[in-house]
């Protein structure tokens, strides 16, 4: 029997957004992907790890995950192949797992449990929860698979597939579920940073063994497109820089992953409770809500102030037009720090001079004749030299 899998990732509830709670954000979008798990008739789930944003997730996090997990599992009866993330306790996560699988809801949180294959129709899954190099390197010599561990990541997981490759049923398609940073991936702000001198990373050719890899831990789908390896990417834009990144989930047709790998593979976008968008707007037009600005009033927005002059209780006079509004920055404050990354060393103990030259980099003329009076005013008085 072939089967269709939907494949999601790095819910990371009860993630905040510059203060903003977004449970309401994450229970939306859940709702909606068990809405697409239905229209599409998939036969089983795949969630690949960070469900949680914290080891120690808030009540309501966990409220909503066992809410979301009984709902998909046991009401609609969708099977659910889930790993633990970075983010995850896998402890935690682990309470009850031995009378999950009763319900077809498979939960792996060790290496051991990856070994042994989750069949499904003519799949079968090795589900590896996200695991560091220490922990890899004891597991594989406690197992007696070496005798000493390889000092790399990839070297010590190709150990770890070769004896997943000893239980292949060559008459069945074999995923792999994963949770780790595969090379050539590119990051979004909103992750974890995990590989000190690319030790936690793991070569893409590590998998051309298994039909699909499915991964979690990036949050773009397009993070990496190499080889087998896919990232379903996180069902919500958890930071500002993510704000032109699509969202959604992947739908497996495991019957097509031969013949058209991207079209078996294929992404599904996602239509979130709120977007985030980041803007350019003068402090006007985002007051008088001028042009189309009326219509991101109930969306997350990072805006990017064009005006020089101060403004006085700016976030108190726009948070009533845009309740969601998550920052505002000046493109001044962009010229500041590219202007402070290229003083003269040669200037440091001039400070007219030093002055002189920062003000034409922040603004591209000179000082004039009366700003220089003041400035060698302020000097004098610093040095005690007041001349008046």
Same mark, same amino acid.
């Given at each position: 029997?072939?089967?269709?899998?939907?494949?999601?990732?790095?819910?990371?509830?009860?993630?905040?957004?510059?203060?903003?709670?977004?449970?309401?954000?994450?229970?939306?979008?859940?709702?909606?992907?068990?809405?697409?798990?239905?229209?599409?008739?998939?036969?089983?789930?795949?969630?690949?790890?960070?469900?949680?944003?914290?080891?120690?997730?808030?009540?309501?996090?966990?409220?909503?995950?066992?809410?979301?997990?009984?709902?998909?599992?046991?009401?609609?009866?969708?099977?659910?192949?889930?790993?633990?993330?970075?983010?995850?306790?896998?402890?935690?996560?682990?309470?009850? /797992?031995?009378? =999950?699988?009763?319900?077809? *809801?498979?939960?792996?949180?060790?290496?051991? @449990? !990856?070994? &042994? $294959?989750?069949?499904?129709?003519?799949?079968?899954?090795?589900?590896?929860?996200?695991?560091?190099?220490?922990?890899?390197?004891?597991?594989?010599?406690?197992?007696?698979?070496?005798?000493?561990?390889?000092?790399?990541?990839?070297?010590?997981?190709?150990?770890?597939?070769?004896?997943?490759?000893?239980?292949?049923?060559?008459?069945? /398609?074999?995923? =792999?579920?994963?949770?780790? *940073?595969?090379?050539?991936?590119?990051?979004? @702000? !909103?992750? &974890? $940073?995990?590989?000190?001198?690319?030790?936690?990373?793991?070569?893409?050719?590590?998998?051309?063994?298994?039909?699909?890899?499915?991964?979690?831990?990036?949050?773009?789908?397009?993070?990496?497109?190499?080889?087998?390896?896919?990232?379903?990417?996180?069902?919500?834009?958890?930071?500002?820089?993510?704000?032109?990144?699509?969202?959604?989930?992947?739908?497996?047709?495991?019957?097509?992953?031969?013949?058209?790998?991207?079209?078996?593979?294929?992404?599904? $976008?996602?239509?979130?409770?709120?977007?985030?968008?980041?803007?350019?707007?003068?402090?006007?037009?985002?007051?008088?809500?001028?042009?189309?600005?009326?219509?991101?009033?109930?969306?997350?927005?990072?805006?990017?102030?064009?005006?020089?002059?101060?403004?006085?209780?700016?976030?108190?006079?726009?948070?009533?037009?845009?309740?969601?509004?998550?920052?505002?920055?000046?493109?001044?404050?962009?010229?500041?720090?590219?202007?402070?990354?290229r003083i003269p060393l040669s200037k440091i103990n001039q400070p007219e001079a030093l002055i002189q030259d920062f003000f034409v980099r922040l603004y591209e003329e000179p000082l004039t004749e009366q700003q220089?009076?003041?400035?060698?005013?302020?000097?004098?008085?610093?040095?005690?030299?007041?001349?008046?």
């Amino acid at each position: 029997m072939d089967v269709k899998l939907l494949h999601t990732a790095d819910w990371h509830l009860g993630k905040k957004l510059h203060g903003f709670d977004m449970l309401p954000d994450q229970s939306y979008i859940l709702e909606q992907i068990l809405q697409l798990a239905k229209e599409e008739k998939v036969d089983a789930i795949m969630i690949t790890g960070d469900i949680y944003d914290r080891v120690i997730a808030s009540n309501e996090a966990i409220q909503l995950g066992n809410q979301t997990f009984r709902k998909w599992n046991i009401d609609e009866q969708f099977p659910l192949l889930m790993i633990s993330g970075n983010h995850d306790s896998a402890t935690r996560l682990a309470t009850g /797992k031995e009378w =999950f699988a009763a319900n077809h *809801f498979h939960l792996n949180t060790t290496i051991k @449990e !990856s070994l &042994t $294959p989750i069949t499904l129709g003519d799949c079968q899954f090795y589900l590896l929860p996200y695991v560091e190099l220490i922990e890899a390197r004891f597991f594989v010599e406690n197992e007696g698979l070496v005798e000493e561990a390889p000092n790399s990541l990839s070297q010590v997981l190709q150990i770890i597939i070769q004896e997943m490759q000893k239980t292949f049923d060559p008459s069945k /398609k074999h995923i =792999f579920i994963g949770h780790l *940073f595969v090379a050539g991936s590119l990051r979004q @702000e !909103s992750e &974890t $940073p995990l590989e000190i001198g690319g030790l936690q990373s793991v070569a893409s050719d590590l998998f051309d063994v298994f039909d699909y890899a499915a991964f979690g831990h990036l949050h773009s789908a397009t993070a990496n497109l190499k080889g087998k390896v896919r990232y379903s990417g996180s069902p919500l834009k958890y930071s500002v820089g993510e704000y032109r990144d699509p969202k959604g989930v992947r739908i497996i047709n495991t019957d097509l992953l031969a013949d058209d790998f991207e079209q078996a593979t294929r992404f599904v $976008p996602l239509q979130p409770l709120r977007e985030v968008y980041h803007l350019e707007a003068s402090f006007e037009d985002l007051l008088y809500q001028r042009g189309k600005l009326k219509e991101y009033a109930n969306d997350y927005l990072s805006v990017s102030l064009s005006n020089e002059e101060v403004i006085m209780q700016l976030m108190n006079q726009l948070r009533p037009l845009y309740p969601y509004l998550l920052n505002v920055t000046r493109k001044e404050r962009q010229r500041l720090e590219s202007a402070t990354k290229r003083i003269p060393l040669s200037k440091i103990n001039q400070p007219e001079a030093l002055i002189q030259d920062f003000f034409v980099r922040l603004y591209e003329e000179p000082l004039t004749e009366q700003q220089q009076n003041w400035i060698k005013d302020a000097m004098n008085q610093v040095s005690g030299k007041d001349e008046s």
